[in-house]
T-cell receptor
C-alpha cells in the first residue's frame, strides 16, 4: 500500500486478556520496527525485523510481549496477560534502508491506541 | 548506548513568533544520523529532516531551519514566524550508521502556537 497500515486504530481490553496488534508495512520495505509511546514518554523501541535475519528483540519489556513477521511482510505484536501499564500507543514503522537527501525511508503508521482497563 | 535529550517539555508562543526547539544527543559512534519528526494531534509521525554526522551544514526549508553543531552535540530546530498549524509534539531522534538502524528518540517537545 501507499503507507504503513496499522489495525485496529483503537483497542480497549480487560486486564489479563491477550491482544494482537497488526502492522502492514509499505510494499518492498524489508525493515519493520515496533515502538511504544506511553503518556509523557518518548517513543520506546520494542522490536525490529530485517529481511530473513533474526529479529532484534532487545526492546521488548517483558516475556509477555512477542512479535512475528510472516513472509517478510505483515507483522503482529502480541501482548499476553495485559497489564494497565501496557496502555500506550503502539507505532509501527517500515524502512527501505535506502536514504535520499531528504528522506531516510522510515515511514510510520498511525498507531494503535491500546487501553487496558 | 545512544541518548537524545529534549530538555523543553512544552513551549507556548504566539503566532508569528520564532521558536527554537533544542536537541542534544549522545553517542560514541562517529557515523550516525539525526532526525526531526512532527507528531500533530492526529498522532502520525511526520518526517521533517535527516542529517548525517559528516554534514554539519545548516539546512533551511521554508520556515524551518536546523542547526547541527557536533562540538556541542546539538541539533536544534527553529521555526520562523510560527503558525497555529505548527502546534504539535516534535521529536528529535538518532540512528547509527547502518541503513536499517533503529531510532532512539527524545521525549519530545510539545509546541503550542496561539493565534
Amino acid at each position: 500500500g501507499a503507507g504503513v497500515s496499522q489495525s485496529p486504530s483503537n483497542k480497549v481490553t480487560e486486564k489479563g486478556k491477550d491482544v494482537e496488534l497488526r502492522c502492514d508495512p509499505i510494499s518492498g520495505h524489508t525493515a519493520l520496527y515496533w515502538y511504544r509511546q506511553s503518556l509523557g514518554q518518548g517513543l520506546e523501541f520494542l522490536i525490529y525485523f530485517q529481511g530473513n535475519s533474526a529479529p532484534d528483540k532487545s526492546g521488548l519489556p517483558s516475556d509477555r510481549f512477542s512479535a512475528e513477521r510472516t513472509g517478510g511482510s505483515v507483522s503482529t505484536l502480541t501482548i499476553q496477560r495485559t497489564q494497565q501499564e501496557d496502555s500506550a500507543v503502539y507505532l509501527c514503522a517500515s524502512s527501505s534502508g535506502k536514504g535520499t537527501a531528504t528522506n531516510y525511508g522510515y515511514t510510520f503508521g498511525s498507531g494503535t491506541r491500546l487501553t487496558v482497563v | 548506548a545512544q541518548k537524545v535529550t529534549q530538555a523543553q517539555t512544552e513551549i507556548s508562543v504566539v503566532e508569528k513568533e520564532d521558536v527554537t526547539l533544542d536537541c542534544v544527543y549522545e553517542t560514541r559512534d562517529t557515523t550516525y544520523y539525526l532526525f526531526w519528526y512532527k507528531q500533530p494531534p492526529s498522532g502520525e509521525l511526520v518526517f521533517l529532516i535527516r542529517r548525517n554526522s559528516f554534514d554539519e551544514q545548516n539546512e533551511i526549508s521554508g520556515r524551518y531551519s536546523w542547526n547541527f553543531q557536533k562540538s556541542t552535540s546539538s541539533f536544534n530546530f527553529t521555526i520562523t514566524a510560527s503558525q497555529v498549524v505548527d502546534s504539535a509534539v516534535y521529536f528529535c531522534a538518532l540512528s547509527l550508521g547502518s541503513g536499517y538502524s533503529t531510532l532512539t528518540f527524545g521525549k519530545g517537545t510539545m509546541l503550542l502556537v496561539s493565534p
